[in-house]
């Protein structure tokens, strides 16, 4: 599998259970961050975000964004 569409269609082929196990196998591998465990490398991803050269959402992209999930998980 090369591109990233391809990718999703195999992810869309799978069995529900075989999907239920991809899921656990990647929550395996990349545990979520745990602020009480992970907290300097919680902070320093903290610290980039602050610093980095970032804008707030306007009113009108958060209002896309909604549009463009709502679509998305519609088609489901």
Do not use: C, N, W
Not at 43 to 64: H, V
């Amino acid at each position: 599998m090369s591109t990233v569409q391809e990718i999703k269609t195999a992810i869309e082929a799978l069995s529900p259970a075989e999907r239920a196990e991809l899921e656990r196998a990647l929550r395996e591998s990349h545990p979520p961050l745990d602020p009480e465990v992970d907290s300097p490398e919680l902070e320093a991803e903290l610290l980039k975000a602050i610093d980095g050269p970032y804008t707030p959402y306007s009113a009108e992209e958060f209002r896309k964004l909604g549009e463009q999930i709502i679509r998305e998980h519609g088609k489901k």
